[in-house]
């Protein structure tokens, strides 16, 4: 006889929680690979500085929601436009990203997707050209 017996809670119950913890499990194994795959490429990638301009910044606040102790992280990040018009989006730690203005030029050191540094460049309003 199948169906809703007494017997149908410790049947199913713990097969849906093994399920979850499998499915939780392997989010996480992803999301590490992917954090060391792209780990690796940067440090495979050439150190590079070249003339740039900020163009745009942004901060992410996240409030994990653990409900016992309120508390709130803040990421940041800087969007720099090379001379060829590309821009890349990158990571900074808020020391540098209150050092930065928009419209800010100077040269730009990054290895991959990692920030390295800017040196701004005083007077600068083009490629290359002082004022």
Known sequence: MGGFGPNFMFD??????SLFFVIVLAAFVVVFVKGIAQWSRSNQA???????KVSSKRADVSHPG????????TTYYVTFQVESGDRMEL????GEYG????????RLT?????????ERSV??????RDR
Not at 46 to 52: D, K
Not at 91 to 94: A, D, K, Q, R
Not at 99 to 106: F, I, N, S, T, V
Not at 113 to 118: I, K
């Open 12 to 17: 199913v119950i713990p097969g849906i929680f």
């Open 46 to 52: 050439p150190r590079l500085t070249v003339e740039a």
């Open 66 to 73: 653990n409900g016992a102790v309120p508390h709130s992280s």
């Open 91 to 94: 990571h900074v730690s808020g």
């Open 99 to 106: 050092m930065l203005a928009e419209r800010d030029w100077g």
């Open 110 to 118: 990054f290895q991959g997707v990692r920030y390295l540094g800017f």
């Open 123 to 128: 007077g600068q309003t083009e490629w290359g």
